[in-house]
């Protein structure tokens, strides 16, 4: 049954602001029916922002984008901005690039900000929007040039911010990932959006009623 704190009674339309493939797997987890839109919004940082702040404000302009498309929906919009030395690592989108980023961050620290923003657009809601940036810390592995181009050419992950897949074979390309959200590195923080929804009012876990 939804939760004592929300005034609905019926789960409503949830809609992932995303065009991921990474989150959309992530949201297939809890067996929920959702739907995918991808929000068209500029993803460009803000003069002297920092990476959290960007993170933060982009997750929550595409839940408000599609909310605002949906009324009456719950909208997931989430967003990560890699780091190194506190500037901002982005998508690389072609393999000499991906290349450039694998070298720069080998052997050191790169601090991953996953932004997680839920919308609950309908009227009434007790908590029509929740957000939260989730840091996960990664520490790559040192390893020869050769072998980060031999990654690139066979995972391809040039729409990933850091240029690697850890939910695939990238992971061989980190020595320790520290956070407290084990999916937040793939993209979508699911401890944290699991507790958002429940305060929506969105169940996980039914079971029939016994019959008499």
Same mark, same amino acid.
Request: aromatic share 4%; charged share 15%; proline share 8%.
């Given at each position: 049954?939804?939760?004592?704190?929300?005034?609905?009674?019926?789960?409503?339309?949830?809609?992932?602001?995303?065009?991921?493939?990474?989150?959309?797997?992530?949201?297939?987890?809890?067996?929920?029916?959702?739907?995918?839109?991808?929000?068209?919004?500029?993803?460009?940082?803000?003069?002297?922002?920092?990476?959290?702040?960007?993170?933060l404000?982009?997750?929550?302009?595409?839940?408000?984008?599609?909310?605002?498309?949906?009324?009456?929906?719950?909208?997931?919009?989430?967003?990560?901005?890699?780091?190194?030395?506190q500037?901002?690592?982005g998508?690389?989108?072609?393999?000499?690039?991906?290349?450039?980023?694998? *070298? /720069?961050? #080998?052997?050191?620290?790169?601090? &991953?900000? =996953? +932004?997680?923003?839920?919308?609950d657009?309908?009227?009434?809601?007790n908590?029509?929007?929740?957000?939260?940036?989730?840091?996960?810390?990664?520490?790559?592995?040192?390893?020869?040039?050769?072998?980060?181009?031999?990654?690139?050419r066979?995972?391809?992950?040039?729409?990933?911010?850091?240029?690697?897949?850890n939910?695939?074979?990238?992971?061989?390309?980190?020595?320790?990932?520290?956070?407290?959200?084990?999916?937040?590195?793939?993209?979508?923080?699911?401890?944290?959006?699991?507790? *958002? /929804?429940? #305060?929506?009012?969105?169940?996980? &876990?039914? =079971? +029939?009623?016994?019959?008499?």
């Open positions: 049954m939804p939760s004592s704190d929300t005034p609905f009674s019926a789960s409503p339309p949830l809609i992932l602001a995303s065009g991921s493939v990474y989150r959309r797997e992530l949201l297939q987890r809890l067996q929920i029916p959702f739907s995918c839109i991808s929000p068209d919004i500029d993803e460009t940082p803000a003069a002297g922002e920092l990476p959290q702040e960007t993170a404000r982009l997750a929550q302009q595409k839940a408000q984008h599609i909310a605002s498309q949906h009324p009456g929906s719950i909208v997931i919009g989430s967003d990560q901005v890699a780091t190194l030395d500037l901002q690592i998508k690389p989108g072609n393999h000499q690039r991906a290349l450039e980023q694998l *070298m /720069l961050m #080998r052997g050191r620290e790169v601090i &991953f900000h =996953t +932004a997680l923003c839920v919308i657009s309908r009227t009434g809601a908590h029509p929007v929740q957000s939260v940036n989730v840091q996960t810390r990664v520490i790559m592995r040192n390893l020869p040039e050769h072998e980060l181009d031999a990654y690139l066979i995972e391809q992950p040039y729409d990933c911010a850091g240029s690697a897949k939910e695939g074979l990238g992971i061989a390309l980190l020595e320790s990932v520290t956070s407290n959200d084990p999916t937040a590195l793939t993209g979508l923080p699911m401890i944290a959006l699991t507790g *958002m /929804l429940r #305060r929506c009012g969105i169940p996980f &876990f039914q =079971t +029939a009623t016994p019959s008499l």
